[in-house]
C-alpha cells in the first residue's frame, strides 16, 4: 500500500489527540523511519498544536478534513496507511471516516467505548473492508487494550504451561488513579441520549454477546456485575466495574474471531476489588454508591445537574494527574479439569488509564498497524485477534506496560 503517511492522526486538536501526538514525536521524532502527520477540522488549531509541541520551527504535516464531508475524509483516509482517531463522540463524528477507511483499505484504529456504534459499524462495512484490506480495529484504549490482550497472554502462558486455555477468566481491576475528560464524559452523555430515544438499544447494549459474529457460538456469560460479591480466588469482595459492559463484549469477539481459542465455552468477567480486609457492609454499600453514580448519568433528570460537575469537551486530567496515576489489573484463569493448575496474571501501566497511557497504547496501536507484519486480512479485529502479542512487546518496551504470570496465592 503505497501511501503518503504511515499514520495520520485525526483529532490532534483534542484533549486527547494532543497527547498521542506528544507521544508519537517523542518516540518516533517527525522526520524519523515513521512518517506521521496531524489531522482536524480547524488549520488554525492544528498550527497552534504545532507549535506547542514543537515551536514555531515545527515540521509536523498538517492536514484538514471535517468529520462531516465524506470526500474530504476519503482523501484524508487515501493518504494514510493508518488513520489513528479521536474524534468522538464517535457515534455522532465518526461514522463517515470508518466508512472511508474501509472503501480506501486504509487500516483504523479508535477510542470508542461505544458498542452500539461498533455494532453498527462492523455489520455495515465488514465486507468492504474485508475486500479492500482495511483492517479496522476499535477499542485501542484504556478499553480494551489491557483487558483485551491481558487475557490473550494470560491463554498463552495457560497453553505452554497446561495445553489447555482456562475455561474461565476473572478479570479484576486491583487500583487505578486518574480521571475522566470531557470528551470522555460527551460520548458517555451521547450514549445514554441514544438510549432515551431508542429504549430498544438498552437491551441490545447488555447483551454480552453483542460485538460477536452473527451466527458464532454464545457461552453462558450473562450480566454484568451490579452488586458486590465475595470472590474466593482472590479472597476479597469485588464490586462492578464500570468498563465490564465495553471490555467484556470486545474480549468475546476476540475468542470468536480467533475460532474460539480460549474455547466455545469460555467464560469471561470483570469486577474491580474491595479493599484488602473491607468487609460486607462497607462493599455493599460502595456497590450501590457506585450503581447510584452511573445511575445519575443514565436517569435523564439527574442527568443535565451531574454534566454541570464533570469536564467540558477539551478538558482533562492536568499532567501531575496522568504522571502520578497507574492501573493495576489481575487475572485469574481457571483451568478446566484441575483447580491445582488455575494460573495468574497482571498487567499494570505508568500513567493514568484513560490519557496518560491511552495516549501511548492507541499510538503504538497505530504504529503497530502501519509498520508491523500481521496476519489478519481486511476486517473488523479486535486488538488481541489483530495485533496480539506483537502489540504486547511493543507496550512493554515503549508504551510503560507490564505483563506478567504471578504466582499462585500472590496478591
Ligand atoms: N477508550 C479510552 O480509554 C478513551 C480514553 C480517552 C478518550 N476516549 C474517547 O476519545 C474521544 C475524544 O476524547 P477527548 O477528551 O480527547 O475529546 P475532545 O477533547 O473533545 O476532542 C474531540 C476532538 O474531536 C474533534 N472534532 C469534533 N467535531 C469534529 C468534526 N466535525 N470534524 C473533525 N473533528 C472534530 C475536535 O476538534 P476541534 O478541536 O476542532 O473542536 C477535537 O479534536 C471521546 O470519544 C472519548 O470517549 C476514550
Known amino acids: 500500500m503505497e501511501r503518503d503517511y504511515d499514520v495520520v492522526l485525526f483529532g490532534a486538536t483534542g484533549f486527547t489527540g494532543k497527547l498521542v501526538a506528544e507521544y508519537l514525536l517523542n518516540t518516533y521524532g517527525s522526520s524519523g523511519d515513521l512518517r506521521w502527520a496531524m489531522a482536524g477540522r480547524n488549520l488554525a488549531k492544528l498550527e497552534a498544536v504545532r507549535e506547542e509541541l514543537q515551536g514555531s520551527e515545527g515540521d509536523i504535516p498538517l492536514l484538514t478534513a471535517d468529520s462531516g464531508d465524506l470526500s474530504e475524509l476519503a482523501e484524508l483516509a487515501g493518504q494514510a496507511r493508518v488513520i489513528c482517531t479521536t474524534v468522538g463522540p464517535y457515534a455522532l463524528y465518526g461514522s463517515g471516516l470508518v466508512q472511508a477507511c474501509a472503501e480506501q483499505g486504509t487500516h483504523y484504529c479508535d477510542l470508542t467505548g461505544e458498542v452500539h456504534w461498533m455494532r453498527e459499524m462492523i455489520s455495515q462495512h465488514q465486507q468492504t473492508a474485508a475486500a ?135 467464560r469471561y468477567d470483570e469486577a474491580t476489588l474491595a479493599p484488602k480486609g473491607q468487609g460486607a457492609l462497607k462493599s455493599k454499600l460502595a456497590a450501590a454508591a457506585m450503581m447510584a453514580g452511573t445511575g445519575s448519568i443514565a436517569f435523564k433528570p439527574t442527568r443535565a445537574l451531574v454534566k454541570r460537575f464533570l469536564p467540558s469537551p477539551g478538558e482533562g486530567p492536568g499532567p501531575k494527574q496522568r504522571e502520578k496515576g497507574y492501573f493495576d489489573i489481575r ?11 488455575d494460573m495468574r496474571a497482571r498487567v499494570t501501566g505508568d500513567r493514568d488509564p484513560g490519557y496518560g497511557s491511552t495516549s501511548k497504547m492507541l499510538g503504538e496501536a497505530a504504529v503497530c498497524l502501519a509498520k508491523d507484519e ?17 502489540l504486547i512487546e511493543r507496550l512493554k518496551t515503549k508504551a510503560g506496560l507490564t505483563f506478567s504470570v504471578e504466582k499462585r496465592g500472590s496478591e
Open 374 to 390: 500481521l496476519t489478519c486480512g481486511g476486517g473488523f479485529w479486535t486488538p488481541a485477534s489483530a495485533m496480539g502479542q506483537t
Open 331 to 341: 487475572l485469574y484463569g481457571i483451568h478446566p479439569h484441575d483447580r491445582s493448575k
Open 132 to 266: 479492500s484490506g482495511a483492517r479496522i480495529v476499535h477499542t485501542c484504549g484504556f478499553d480494551s487494550i489491557p483487558f483485551d490482550l491481558g487475557v490473550l497472554f494470560l491463554q498463552e502462558a495457560m497453553g505452554e504451561a497446561h495445553s489447555v486455555p482456562a475455561r474461565h477468566i476473572k478479570c479484576r481491576v486491583a487500583g487505578f488513579s486518574g480521571a475522566f475528560s470531557g470528551g470522555t464524559v460527551a460520548s458517555m452523555i451521547n450514549m445514554m441520549e441514544e438510549i432515551d430515544k431508542d429504549p430498544g438499544l438498552q437491551k441490545l447494549v447488555d447483551d454480552p454477546y453483542i460485538l460477536n459474529p452473527p451466527g458464532a457460538p454464545r457461552g453462558d456469560d450473562i450480566n454484568d456485575q451490579t452488586g458486590a460479591i465475595y470472590d474466593d480466588d482472590f479472597k476479597r469482595w469485588t464490586l462492578p466495574f464500570i468498563m465490564a459492559a465495553i471490555n467484556t463484549r470486545v474480549v468475546r469477539r476476540s475468542n470468536a474471531l480467533m475460532n474460539n481459542a480460549y474455547g466455545e465455552d469460555f
